[in-house]
């Protein structure tokens, strides 16, 4: 099945913790979708990791952080799964 929308939109959603990966979930992506997902998803957390934020506010922080979580919760789960799966990255 084809990637419904923008992939980076997808990857945004993913962070900010709306769309969650999981193997179900990518069990219906063809090998080509899950490295257009990968990339889209290392591109967010390199956009969230540029974001500067002064370290007086907690909230904020807080929040930066658990997008990063987030991306790379869903990275480990897709590329375990990818493994799992003999489809190469």
Do not use: H, W
Request: proline share 7%; hydrophobic share 45%; charged share 20%.
């Amino acid at each position: 099945m084809a990637i419904s929308g923008n992939p980076k939109k997808m990857a945004q959603d993913v962070a900010d913790g709306f769309y969650s990966l999981s193997p179900p979930v990518l069990k219906k992506y063809t090998p080509a979708d899950l490295k257009i997902i990968l990339s889209n998803l290392t591109l967010v957390q390199r956009d969230i990791r540029q974001i500067q934020i002064p370290l007086e506010n907690v909230l904020l922080l807080k929040a930066k952080n658990m997008r990063i979580s987030r991306i790379n919760q869903a990275l480990m789960v897709l590329r375990s799964y990818c493994k799992k799966m003999r489809i190469p990255l």
